[in-house]
């Protein structure tokens, strides 16, 4: 029992003599989905083979087989499933196939969506709310008639509303805006079309237009900002 047990913990914690390589993500770890993100796995030391794993799952995602000590991941048009932690590793060919330096640092690859929220005015606070829930899900001071909010990608399908109102008193509350749906998309079809990352884009590109300005009761001005309410 004893041996097997000892073995085991060889293959899952190499020797601290096969330090952890470095991981970095090309052009940023910040992307929109459809950018081509190449990720580089950087060896302290020449290695025969490079693996690149995403948290959660044991099998590497691609492996490389480079005598060098780089090697790089292409990730091609990425969509928002591709969005999360990823780590490497590098092999020697004297190690067995199954054994892996320390992994190196995770690197978070977010793979966002923006959603606009547009109205009337310029200096104001946009509010952002998702689903149901009746707390907000993002603030935003802008001085721009519209506000940007970046979605992590994987999460964003789900239904957005927003409105905005003025800093201080004399509050101007904007009605809410009309309900922006963003779908998920298919990531259980391996083959992701351009189709459906056009309309993701899209989606997560549509304004959310506000209407007419509206609601601005001068009696507000003696009130605290808790009518500041959806
Ligand atoms: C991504 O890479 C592929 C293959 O190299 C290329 O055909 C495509 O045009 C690239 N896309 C972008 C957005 O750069
Ligand atoms: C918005 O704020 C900026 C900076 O405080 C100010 O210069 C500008 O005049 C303001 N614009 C409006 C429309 O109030």
């Known amino acids: 029992m004893a041996p097997v047990l000892i073995l085991q913990l060889l293959t899952l914690f190499p020797p601290a003599s096969y330090p952890k390589p470095w991981l970095g993500a090309w052009p940023a770890t910040v992307v929109t989905p459809g950018v081509n993100v190449t990720l580089r796995c950087r060896a302290p030391q020449p290695a025969w083979r490079f693996a690149l794993f995403k948290s959660g799952e044991t099998d590497p995602l691609l492996l490389r087989e480079v005598s060098s000590e780089l090697a790089e991941f292409f990730l091609e048009e990425v969509t928002p499933a591709q969005g999360g932690s990823y780590h490497c590793c590098y092999g020697k ?30 200096n104001v606070s946009f ?23 970046p979605l992590p990608g994987a999460r964003a399908p789900g239904t957005y509303s927003c409105y905005y109102h003025t800093p201080s008193a004399p509050y101007v ?25 056009a309309r993701l884009g899209l989606a997560g590109l549509v304004l959310i237009s506000l209407g007419a300005l509206v609601a601005f009761d001068c009696r507000s001005q003696n009130h605290a900002p808790a009518g500041v309410r959806p």
């Open 93 to 122: 060919p004297d190690w067995g196939p199954s054994v892996w330096s320390q992994p190196s640092d995770a690197l978070e690859l977010l793979v966002t969506v923006t959603l606009r929220c547009a109205g009337g005015l310029r």
């Open 127 to 149: 509010v952002l709310y998702r689903g149901d829930v009746a707390a907000p899900l993002q603030y935003r001071d802008s001085a721009q008639p519209w506000a940007d909010f």
């Open 173 to 197: 509350l904007s009605p809410r805006s009309p309900v922006l749906t963003v779908r998920a998309q298919d990531s259980s079809s391996s083959d992701y079309t351009r189709e459906n990352l």
